[in-house]
């Protein structure tokens, strides 16, 4: 064996990355500033409500072809879609495939008002995913049916090395939550209260948005907006988080 | 069209203090930054604002490239009689934005 492969070998680091789940599960808030948190709890302050406020309108302002709005079949949604976004990424058998609550929102703008879909991070499909009455409701997704493929696809990319700092997700999440990264306290990576408001962005912004930051961070290749690797991740992240409050949207530095 | 967000306590008591918040949904634009391209993004602020109680300007705010993006806003009050709190603002694109609140005064 040459030398340089026996140093190869040596600084060989593992591909898939294993560390304990953690537990007990905590929120992204719980890791944010007392400030923050107020922010976040505050009704009137939150500056993701403005988004909340225009998804209200947009419910049931008539759109598409068939002008309909989104009240015509789902009536107040209040009542209707309480919890419901808690149950995304979901396997619908009516579109035969896999959604997160974009795709979801998306699929019956196309189908049924017969509209064009909305872009990722549009105001109006943020407004719409904001406005989805799912505040305080446990994550509940089911991964049944192509879900489970996509679970695992989700858990191997979730583990696996990626980036020129060549860290998985777990990595920081799994082994490192609760430890400071920077200024910040490195959170345990769960989708709860997601869309929220990031001082960074000075906006609302989708999970796939903060997917994708972690991404950058890790100085990856970015999956684009809707890419199959983000959905599955986004599905394995609702497993991990299972039980756990969102109370979207959220407020995050 | 940007939103705006008022919040008035339910009732006041006559003479007494009372808060007035303000969120208006703005992008706050510096008119420092530059985009992906190295082009510079102009500059895109709410420049005036202004509350009016019962006629009068009870509250105003000139604000600067140094404000964050969606300004909130809080100050105190005293009122006499119930009436109708109105804020109304304005960008250097000259567009305008205006917000009411009903306040109960007891």
Redesign the interface.
């Known amino acids: 064996m040459s030398l340089s492969r026996v140093l190869r070998s040596a600084f060989l680091v593992p591909l898939v990355v294993t560390a304990q789940t953690p537990q007990p599960l905590k929120s992204g808030i719980e890791f944010q500033s007392a400030d923050v948190r107020a922010l976040q709890a505050d009704a009137?302050?939150n500056?993701g409500?403005?988004w909340v406020?225009?998804g209200a309108a947009l419910w049931n302002a008539p759109r598409g072809e068939r002008n309909i709005s989104c009240a015509s079949c789902h009536g107040d949604a209040t009542a209707s879609m309480k919890g419901v976004a808690a149950r995304y990424p979901a396997f619908l058998a009516s579109l035969g495939r896999v959604a997160n609550v974009e795709q979801r929102i998306n699929a019956c703008v196309v189908d049924n008002q017969k509209a064009v879909a909305l872009p990722y991070e549009s105001p109006e499909l943020l407004a719409l995913t904001a406005f989805r009455q799912s505040r305080g409701q446990p994550i509940a997704a089911r991964a049944d049916g192509a879900a489970a493929a996509l679970l695992e696809e989700g858990a191997r990319i979730y583990h696996r090395r990626q980036g020129q700092l060549n860290l998985a997700c777990t990595s920081c999440h799994d082994a490192s939550w609760g430890r400071t990264l920077l200024n910040e306290k490195v959170s345990q990576g769960h989708p709860a209260d997601w869309p929220a408001y990031r001082?960074e962005w000075?906006?609302l912004g989708s999970l796939e948005r903060r997917l994708r930051a972690c991404y950058f961070g890790v100085r990856a290749e970015l999956p684009p907006y809707g890419s199959p690797d983000l959905l599955a991740l986004q599905v394995y992240l609702a497993q991990r988080a299972a039980g756990l409050v969102s109370d979207p949207p959220g407020v995050r530095r | 069209m940007l939103l705006g967000r008022i919040q008035v306590p339910p009732s006041v008591r006559r003479g007494e203090a009372f808060e007035v918040r303000i969120l208006v949904e703005h992008p706050m634009e510096t008119g420092f930054r530059r985009d992906m391209n190295g082009q510079s993004i102009p500059v895109y602020i709410v420049n005036k604002l202004s509350c009016r109680y019962a006629g009068y300007e009870v509250f105003s705010a000139e604000l600067g490239t140094g404000m964050s993006a969606n300004p909130y806003m809080a100050f105190f009050a005293v009122a006499e009689s119930s009436g109708e709190v109105a804020v109304e603002w304005s960008d250097d694109r000259g567009a305008t934005g205006r917000v009411t609140a009903m306040l109960n005064v007891t």
């Open positions: 009137f302050g500056p409500m403005l406020e225009r001082f000075q906006a």
